[in-house]
């Protein structure tokens, strides 16, 4: 089982899109600044997770979610969703 997950930086808002197999270690290693894409951006919380099958599908909606088209959709699901 892969993850999709999007995470939401507390500190400046902006969103992070990545794909796991394991979700909860992932999200530690977000926190503790393991990653540097997210490292100057902590603490990050999940705001949407999609569970598939295989590898394959979850990089698929990984690239769907990080296109023009996907970070479109997911500012404007958002904005709804969460108070600034």
């Avoid at 993850?3 to 899109?17: G, N």
């Avoid at 990545?18 to 909860?24: I, L, P, Q, R, S």
């Avoid at 992932?26 to 569970?51: D, F, M, Q, W, Y």
């Amino acid at each position: 089982m892969f993850f999709l997950y999007v995470l939401q930086s507390l500190k400046d808002k902006r969103t992070y899109v990545g794909h796991t197999a394991n979700m909860e270690r992932r999200l530690c290693e977000h926190n503790s600044g393991k990653v540097l894409a997210t490292k100057s951006r902590r603490p990050l919380k999940i705001l949407k997770t999609e569970i598939f099958k295989t590898l394959i599908e979850a990089k698929k909606r990984e690239l769907y979610w990080k296109s023009g088209a996907g970070r479109k959709k997911l500012k404007e699901f958002f904005k709804k969703e969460i108070p600034r």
